[in-house]
């Protein structure tokens, strides 16, 4: 329901450039410059700055694009409320997380919620906070459950817990009888950890870089949090980790949790997120509720 133009834009504004807007669209990107060309003589002013690099929107372009977002999200919930009238399908609801969150928090309670809620279909996408945060602007989901430090501009936070990052490792390592340790008691062993994009990962980066030493032993890295997981379990290496996402393997003793001694680890939350200009469908807005009475009766489930 957007006009050619303001379609064109947007995708020039996610992609970057011109030539890889073109390469999504599969349209020339003669065709992408002309459309853009239109829409700056139609506003009077320019949206991009051209740079080697690729393309930066100026500040009109930054309200343009948040006004054709709006647009585009709006049209997408009439659209799928129109279909819904008629049962034409199932009213679909789109969640961005972790790996680790979709694995271990997210399976009961979806299936609680759809055994009452037959008529409701879920899609979860697997991608970092930043690009959690990114597809709720751009409105290619409807909600993020992301670890966060912070969410950002845009991003309305409709609830959060806090989910403190400890250090992970089998009961039998040196480590694990201690009541709390400091990043600089894990250079002696060997660490996995999840790539960059994590808050894991930037949080550990971070206080490395600040720290004296001799350097930190990150033996195994993954974009996969089983990876890590499986690594440490078998007794391989340290991971840093929130609780909430090992509480099968820390309930049953496979894995025990050590709090670390930096302040910074104990900042990070769990957030429910949406865009904050978004017009969520009834059913969406329905099922956030019971997302946030789940998290905060205690999931994943703890022993008494």
Do not use: W
Not at 164 to 175: E, F, K, Q, S, T
């Amino acid at each position: 329901m957007l006009s050619t133009a303001h379609r064109y834009f947007l995708e020039v504004v996610r992609a970057g450039s011109i030539k890889d807007a073109a390469a999504t669209l599969h349209v020339a990107p003669s065709a992408i410059s002309r459309q853009v060309a239109k829409l700056e003589e139609d506003c009077g002013a320019a949206l991009f700055e051209r740079r080697p690099h690729g393309m930066e929107l100026t500040r009109a372009g930054e309200m343009l694009a948040d006004y054709a977002r709006r647009v585009a999200m709006d049209a997408e919930h009439v659209l799928r409320d129109i279909r819904s009238l008629r049962h034409a399908e199932l009213t679909t609801i789109r969640i961005g997380s972790n790996e680790a969150v979709a694995r271990n928090v997210l399976p009961p309670i979806l299936g609680a919620y759809r055994a009452l809620h037959p008529d409701v279909a879920f899609q979860v996408h697997i991608a970092s906070p930043g690009v959690v945060t990114q597809r709720l602007r751009d409105g290619s989901i409807d909600l993020g459950l992301a670890f966060s430090l912070n969410a950002g501009n845009g991003i309305a936070v409709r609830y959060e817990i806090v989910s403190p990052v400890r250090a992970i490792m089998v009961p039998g390592h040196p480590l694990a009888g201690r009541a709390s340790v400091s990043l600089d008691d894990l250079r002696r062993y060997p660490i996995a950890l999840t790539d960059s994009g994590t808050t894991v990962r930037l949080l550990f980066d971070n206080s490395a870089a600040g720290s004296d030493g001799p350097p930190f032993d990150v033996a195994y890295s993954s974009n996969s949090s089983s990876v890590i997981r499986a690594i440490v379990e078998a007794g391989h290496a340290v991971t840093l980790a929130g609780e909430i996402t090992l509480a099968e393997p820390l309930r049953g003793g496979a894995l025990v949790a050590v709090a670390l001694q930096q302040a910074v680890f104990a900042e990070r939350t769990l957030q429910v997120q949406t865009a904050s200009h978004a017009r969520l469908p009834e059913a969406t807005g329905a099922f956030i509720q019971h997302l946030i009475e789940a998290l905060s009766a205690g999931y994943p489930p703890r022993d008494s």
